[in-house]
């Protein structure tokens, strides 16, 4: 076959080796795109001039003139797998260099994941931190004003801030707040003076129970004044209530008494049930009382 005339030959060297090795690349990539064609023709040597003479009518197709010395030079480098990558053994000088390439991505990355744990960080601390922080300062602001406080109410306002505290270590906001409400309640209520005036008689059956009944006295605070106080009371269902009358449990013989009073001539003699003195805790009742508390009835 006679030797076709490469324009290129009339370059300088450097030029025409650089265009070799890039026309023999793109051989040996046309080749691996074809590898139905590699797999018949490159595992028979003798059928090599054949596969060079299908690559030239490949590149006549495409309007490329490819010389038969660099088809061969291709066909000769996939098979060397010249122009194939090795990637080199793994070892930590391979990761270090893996490392500084993905630089970039890695430090994108990091800062992603940083902004992320900043912006968890101020919603947790605004949402849940900041709101137990605040009833955690009033709850010791409430808490300092009975310093000088003693005995029962001492120990009733000790044992109202420790529930709050221990509400605020668990994180639950909603029972330090109700221990604050609590506490606070006690502190205004602390320094009043008055005593309770029965004003009805209320029975109701007992739920869980056939043929029983609870017996409750309705009374109100009278100040010293004579005015009716408001004061805050915990209801059947636990929830705190401001009422101006309120139902207070008493023994069934504390009951009968009472209404027997009321019905011997219509008018209740002894209508103090206690009195509540100031600076004084507890109210000193003048009945037996079983001390639960209703706002309804």
């Known amino acids: 076959m006679a030797d076709e005339t490469d324009p290129a030959d009339e370059r300088g060297g450097s030029d025409y080796r650089l265009d070799d090795v890039m026309l023999a690349m793109d051989v040996v990539d046309t080749l691996r795109h ?19 003479e299908r690559l030239r009518q490949i590149y006549r197709g495409q309007g490329i003139e490819v010389p038969d010395r ?5 066909v000769a480098a996939l098979k060397e797998s010249r122009f194939v990558y090795t990637p080199p053994e793994p070892s930590f000088a391979v990761w270090l260099a893996h490392l500084w390439v993905s630089r970039l991505r890695i430090a994108r990355t990091v800062l992603a994941v940083l902004v992320a744990a900043g912006l968890i960080f101020v919603v947790y601390d605004w949402f849940v931190n900041r709101p137990l922080r605040e009833v955690a300062g009033s709850l010791e602001a409430t808490h300092a004003t009975f310093a000088q406080a003693s005995g029962p109410a001492r120990e009733r306002a000790d044992r109202l801030f420790a529930e709050g505290e221990q509400a605020i270590e668990r994180g639950d ?12 309640a006690f502190r205004d209520e602390l320094p009043r003076a008055y005593f309770l005036r029965i004003v009805a008689e209320v029975s109701r059956p007992v739920r869980t129970a056939l043929h029983r009944r609870d017996y409750f006295l309705i009374v109100e605070a009278v100040a010293p004044d004579g005015g009716i ?15 101006n009358r309120w139902g207070i449990r008493v023994p069934e013989e504390t009951f009968i008494s009472v209404e027997r009073d009321r019905q011997a001539d219509g008018v209740l003699q002894r209508d103090r049930l206690g009195e509540k003195r100031a600076g004084e805790a507890d109210v000193d009742y003048a009945m037996p009382v079983l001390g639960d508390t209703i706002t309804e009835w």
């Not at 797999?39 to 059928?47: G, K, P, V």
């Not at 660099?70 to 291709?74: H, I, S």
């Not at 906001?173 to 606070?184: C, H, I, P, V, Y």
Request: proline share 2%; aromatic share 0%; hydrophobic share 45%.
């Open 34 to 52: 074809r590898e139905d064609l590699a797999a018949r023709e490159l595992d028979e040597d003798r059928r090599e001039a054949a596969l060079i």
């Open 70 to 74: 660099v088809l061969a030079d291709g």
């Open 229 to 243: 106080l408001t004061l805050p009371i915990r209801g059947a269902d636990g929830e705190i209530r401001m009422v």
């Open 173 to 184: 906001a909603d029972q330090a707040r109700a221990a604050l409400r609590n506490l606070e």
